[in-house]
């Protein structure tokens, strides 16, 4: 295929689904959803993303509770289970869900998702987090919570171990012969034996390679360990940025990474998280905000920002300006870009929190159907990303005008695909099969020999 004949770059689109609306106050609205614990309303969401194309919908998690954190948190489904009941009401959308290395075993993390990958035909993705919340330890019987630089170092074993796993079974091993009485072939099925610091694993997993291979994994960590770990394991990054040449310059560094990890540049996915909120004018829109807005108090505004920085803030004066606080252990990537935000456009700590309180410190775009493409398109043709996580305020109908409304306006310009082209995750996301690692290496090593 010629340059000039090859098809043009698309988009991608992930949703974050939270029952209560990503905005702290969006379930207050009318008409707005009021619990993550909704199965129906779960499924709608979930369908709605499908009939708008989109390549996956994403639920995040956490292990510790805190009852003045988003309402979405306060209550929600354990995320595993929640989309396996969502793989059975949707037939292309792609299902994301977090689950922490800190507080995991790899072989739970690689048969979970790799019978998830199984019952939904290839649409399952692994969301790794190293786990911000020290008090998520106090609930797994941990005298401590590990420090940042211990939590990457065992991150990236445990994805190697996971990653091993999904490859213990070589794609044909399933034999079920009933003339020969073979079922399965044992020269296709390898124990990993991994030993490592962190980790004693033997396997093999005890079910057949899943159908995409791999489950896609995701990434979003944004300090240096974290962009790290997602240039040599993550296929989807979601990236927390709130201007265009910062984003422009993340994204570039981050893709500069992939090269030394024998990596191309579309091999992983970059997705900045936006929470969009449509008028008919940019004024409305920002109405819309204003009203939402309205319904936060100071305390847990300010309560949403500490999270964000890592940092109690309550103590400081709200129309003063923010102060130069040092990164923290467990929110480096979200206290770079706001502090750089606020250094940026001279913020006070007032203005710092109505942003953060918003998307909890992701980007808020304001406007028109047209106006909201328009930066989308920008951004996406200018080196700043591959796609977008898309943050509604509230649930169903704040999603269901950007599928009505943006999405068509994405694909009348053709930015964005009217159909799904492949069955799996990774055929929307356009990423190959991962070959098998320990096939690979046993047949080189059958090679040397001979």
């Known amino acids: 295929m010629t340059a000039s004949s090859a098809p043009r770059r698309q988009m991608h689109l992930g949703v974050f689904v939270m029952g209560t ?32 194309k989109f390549d996956l919908l994403f639920v995040a998690d956490g292990l510790a509770l805190s009852l003045s954190d988003h309402p979405s948190y306060v209550a929600r489904f354990e995320p595993l289970t929640l989309i396996t009941a969502l793989a059975g009401a949707t037939q292309h959308i792609g299902l994301g869900a977090t689950v922490s290395t800190t507080y995991g075993q790899p072989y739970h993390v690689a048969r979970a998702f790799s019978s998830i990958d199984h019952l939904s035909g290839g649409r399952a993705a692994w969301n790794v987090v190293t786990t911000a919340n020290a008090a998520a330890a106090a ?17 990236e074993e445990f994805v190697d171990v996971v990653r091993g796993l999904w490859d213990g079974w070589e794609d044909d091993a399933l ?13 296709k099925v390898r124990p990993l034996n991994h030993e490592g610091r962190f980790f004693s694993v033997q396997g093999p997993l005890s079910m057949t390679r899943s159908p995409q291979g791999h489950p896609v994994i995701i990434q ?26 910062a984003a422009r310059d993340s994204y570039r560094a981050l893709k500069a990474r992939l090269p030394a990890h024998g990596r191309r540049p579309e091999e992983l996915k970059v997705l900045p998280g936006v929470m969009p909120i ?12 204003a009203r ?28 003063g300006p923010v102060p130069d606080l040092p990164f923290t252990e467990g929110t480096q990537g979200f206290a770079r870009n706001l502090l750089a935000l606020a250094r940026r456009e001279g913020l006070t700590l007032r203005d710092l929190y109505n942003v953060t309180a918003a998307a ?29 996580n898309i943050l509604p305020p509230y649930f169903p109908a704040a999603f269901d005008e950007f599928v009505d409304q943006v999405v068509p306006e994405l694909q009348r310009r053709g930015l964005f695909r009217t159909e799904y082209a492949g069955t799996t995750l990774r055929e929307h996301l356009g990423l190959a099969r991962p070959e098998n690692r320990l096939a690979a290496a046993t047949e080189a090593t059958a090679a040397a020999a001979e």
Not at 220 to 245: H, I, K
Not at 309 to 315: A, K, N, T, V, Y
């Open 21 to 52: 609306g990503n905005h702290p106050a969006g379930w207050r609205l009318p008409g707005a959803g009021r619990s993550n614990q909704d199965l129906g309303l779960l499924k709608g969401i979930a369908r709605t993303a499908e009939r708008g």
């Open 139 to 155: 609930n797994f019987t941990r005298p401590g919570h590990p420090e940042h630089a211990e939590r990457y170092a065992l991150a």
């Open 175 to 187: 034999v079920a012969d009933p003339a020969t009485g073979l079922f399965v072939d044992p020269a």
């Open 220 to 245: 979003a960590g944004g300090s240096p360990a974290g962009r790290e770990l997602a240039a040599r394991t993550a296929e989807v990054v979601f990236a927390a940025v709130q201007d265009l040449d």
């Open 278 to 289: 449509i008028g008919r004018s940019t004024a409305e829109a920002r109405e819309i905000l």
């Open 292 to 319: 939402m807005q309205a319904f936060l108090t100071p305390t847990n505004a300010l309560h949403l920002v500490s999270i964000r920085l890592g940092h109690d803030i309550s103590g400081y004066p709200l129309d």
């Open 360 to 388: 909890r410190g992701h980007w808020v775009l304001c406007g028109t159907v047209q106006s909201i493409a328009d930066t989308l398109e920008e951004w996406f043709t200018g080196e700043a990303a591959d796609g977008f």
